[in-house]
């Protein structure tokens, strides 16, 4: 009897053996699979991103300031949307809304139920580049306070009509009382008269739903 169980023993040991070889070149291969499908459905989709010139997984957060008669447009930040919409439920509805916009509707035709959440995600992190004059401000430092107007669009700029989403910051005031509602001001860029229209579209509709707007507040 003992010979024949230490040859069961030996079968189980080397079933248990073949099962861990097997496992281990499965996973192996299964993850070999994934790593080059992922990088090619990665390449597949920049191209085609590329290609319909529609960049709609990142956030461009642009500050549009009026000086000297010109339109200054700056970068504040880019991120992507995940980074900025902290929920995939959030990111599904910023990305639907980009979709749906046109050159001649470039804001984000946002429902009313969403439009201070979706924006709230945007003021945080704008907030985050300017909170060292709100610590100067509490430190009873002199700052001088700006009130900007936050809100969000997917416009198509440029002869190739480029499509990104874009938070922009605009001073209350300008949509207010728009400083160019025929002419235009000088331009840094030829395409900028893009931005004319979309901050004229926002001056409108400024006047008609100003729940569509956060109003961010800077200290410098």
Not at 24 to 33: G, K, L, Q, R
Not at 104 to 127: G, Q
Request: hydrophobic letters at 45%; glycine letters at 4%.
């Amino acid at each position: 009897m003992p010979p024949l169980l230490f040859a069961d023993a030996a079968d189980d040991a080397g079933e248990v053996l073949k099962r861990t070889v097997i496992t281990i070149v499965v996973a192996a291969v299964t993850s070999t699979i994934t790593f080059f499908a992922g990088r090619w459905y990665g390449r597949y989709r920049a191209g085609r991103q590329w290609h319909a010139k529609e960049f709609l997984d990142r956030i461009i957060v642009s500050l549009n300031i009026f000086a000297d008669g010109t339109l200054k447009i700056r970068t504040v930040l880019e991120r992507s949307l995940d980074e900025v919409f902290l929920n995939p439920l959030a990111v599904d509805k910023v990305w639907a809304a980009a979709k749906a916009t046109t050159r001649d509707s470039p804001l984000m035709p946002i429902a009313k139920e969403d439009r201070w959440f979706l924006l709230n995600f945007v003021l945080n992190a704008v907030a985050e580049h300017f909170v060292a004059g709100n610590i100067r401000q509490d430190a009873g430092q002199p700052v001088t306070v700006l009130r900007y107007a936050l809100f969000l669009t997917c416009e198509q700029v440029g002869e190739e009509r480029i499509r990104k989403v874009r938070a922009m910051l605009v001073r209350r005031e300008h949509l207010e009382e728009f400083p160019y509602p025929d002419a235009l001001p000088r331009l840094e860029n030829p395409w900028h008269d893009d931005r004319i229209k979309t901050l004229r579209k926002a001056a409108e509709a400024y006047k008609r739903e100003p729940d569509q707007f956060l109003t961010v507040e800077v200290c410098v």
